[in-house]
């Protein structure tokens, strides 16, 4: 168990085509949720998905976020097709500094509100290709939204972390990532 | 040693039409649920759900649609909520539903769910049930009958 944090983590190798492989429970808010060492937690895995329900401490609805190896840079790309309840738009872009991959609300919800994602990282150990993600996410709230995202990490290096984050302040106690891996051929 | 998952917990083919399928008596062992449909009605009707057996309003929801030649998105409050927007004959409407932490009791239940029927429209749905229960069974039903060899498989995701 990582301070204030509930952590469970299995090992890697083994299991079936999907397989759960770490999650991460907060026990108190935090900045941040990282799964570091899948060179070794998800070796032999083709693909790596994360289901999370998020929910932050910022007064309005902000932004989940990932980087992938701590990298920072301005090194990410996406697009989107999203619906608000009234409209449906898309969007694109390159040159930012991190996967945007769905909405978090905050106190402008009840407490009991959290929102969820369902990310895929596919090819996530391929040292030749640049790593692509999407995700499924929404929010019902205060803010209504309904996403489809696609995601570019712009290098070839072989992912061994991911780190999720807030965009407005930390993640409330009772913020979940499931990590799972999924085999390939 | 990672943990295999995503395990059948339950798996409906009607034999013969019906309105509904209720999976009851869930398994409260798992993180996630994931209900996967693929069905027809004798007409045009749209497949729905509700858990626990509320009936209330106290399903709200975000969704966007698209037909091949326009899109839109609404939202709003209900007594159930659609799987997808709609399901007809012949073509199989395809549905594939995540409850996320369903046996939570600190938070809402949210639930993600993409869905189709290829000749008609695709479409994406956020919902928010707006309970702290568990989920110990889920309603799946039309104001039309189900088609025989309509499928209806419901997962676990451990967490």
């Given at each position: 168990m990582l301070l204030?944090?509930?952590?469970?983590?299995?090992?890697?190798?083994?299991?079936?085509?999907?397989?759960?492989?770490?999650?991460?429970?907060?026990?108190?808010?935090?900045?941040?949720?990282t799964f570091s060492g899948l060179d070794t937690l998800a070796a032999g895995y083709a693909h790596l998905q994360i289901?999370?329900?998020?929910?932050?401490?910022?007064?309005?609805?902000?932004?989940?976020?990932?980087?992938?190896n701590g990298d920072t840079g301005s090194n990410y790309s996406y697009h989107r097709l999203e619906g608000n309840g009234s409209s449906v738009s898309s969007a694109g872009g390159g040159s930012i500094s991190f996967l945007s991959l769905g909405k978090v609300p905050g106190t402008s919800d009840s407490s009991e509100v959290f929102a969820p994602a369902i990310i895929d990282i596919l090819n996530f150990s391929s040292t030749s290709q640049n790593t692509t993600a999407r995700a499924l996410s929404g929010n019902v709230g205060d803010v209504n939204n309904i996403a489809l995202k696609s995601g570019l990490w712009v290098n070839t290096a072989a992912v061994t972390s991911i780190s999720f984050a807030n965009s407005s302040g930390d993640m409330v106690a009772g913020t979940r990532f499931s990590l799972y891996g999924i085999k390939g051929a | 040693?990672?943990?295999?998952?995503?395990?059948?917990?339950?798996?409906?083919?009607?034999?013969?039409?019906?309105?509904?399928?209720?999976?009851?008596?869930?398994?409260?062992?798992?993180?996630?649920?994931?209900?996967?449909?693929?069905?027809?009605?004798?007409?045009?009707?749209?497949?729905?759900?509700?858990?626990?057996?509320?009936?209330?309003?106290?399903?709200?929801?975000?969704?966007?649609?698209?037909?091949?030649?326009?899109?839109?998105?609404?939202?709003?409050?209900?007594?159930?909520?659609?799987?997808?927007?709609?399901?007809?004959?012949?073509?199989?409407?395809?549905?594939?539903?995540?409850?996320?932490?369903?046996?939570?009791?600190?938070?809402?239940?949210?639930?993600?769910?993409?869905?189709?029927?290829?000749t008609v429209h695709t479409d994406a749905h956020a919902v928010r049930w707006a309970s702290t229960s568990a989920i110990i069974s889920i309603r799946v039903f039309a104001s039309q009958d189900f088609s025989t060899g309509s499928t209806f498989n419901l997962y676990g995701v451990a967490k």
């Amino acid at each position: 168990m990582l301070l204030g944090i509930l952590n469970s983590q299995a090992a890697g190798g083994g299991g079936g085509a999907y397989d759960l492989l770490e999650t991460t429970t907060l026990a108190t808010s935090a900045s941040s949720v990282t799964f570091s060492g899948l060179d070794t937690l998800a070796a032999g895995y083709a693909h790596l998905q994360i289901r999370a329900v998020v929910r932050g401490v910022q007064s309005g609805t902000a932004t989940l976020k990932a980087n992938l190896n701590g990298d920072t840079g301005s090194n990410y790309s996406y697009h989107r097709l999203e619906g608000n309840g009234s409209s449906v738009s898309s969007a694109g872009g390159g040159s930012i500094s991190f996967l945007s991959l769905g909405k978090v609300p905050g106190t402008s919800d009840s407490s009991e509100v959290f929102a969820p994602a369902i990310i895929d990282i596919l090819n996530f150990s391929s040292t030749s290709q640049n790593t692509t993600a999407r995700a499924l996410s929404g929010n019902v709230g205060d803010v209504n939204n309904i996403a489809l995202k696609s995601g570019l990490w712009v290098n070839t290096a072989a992912v061994t972390s991911i780190s999720f984050a807030n965009s407005s302040g930390d993640m409330v106690a009772g913020t979940r990532f499931s990590l799972y891996g999924i085999k390939g051929a | 040693m990672a943990t295999p998952t995503y395990d059948l917990l339950e798996s409906v083919t009607l034999a013969t039409a019906a309105s509904s399928v209720t999976f009851s008596s869930i398994d409260q062992g798992y993180g996630d649920l994931i209900l996967v449909m693929s069905g027809t009605t004798a007409a045009g009707s749209t497949p729905q759900c509700q858990v626990n057996s509320d009936t209330g309003s106290n399903y709200s929801y975000v969704m966007m649609y698209g037909n091949g030649s326009a899109a839109y998105s609404s939202a709003g409050t209900s007594g159930q909520f659609n799987l997808t927007s709609s399901i007809r004959p012949t073509v199989p409407a395809l549905t594939q539903t995540s409850f996320m932490d369903y046996t939570a009791t600190d938070k809402h239940k949210s639930i993600l769910t993409r869905g189709g029927t290829a000749t008609v429209h695709t479409d994406a749905h956020a919902v928010r049930w707006a309970s702290t229960s568990a989920i110990i069974s889920i309603r799946v039903f039309a104001s039309q009958d189900f088609s025989t060899g309509s499928t209806f498989n419901l997962y676990g995701v451990a967490k």
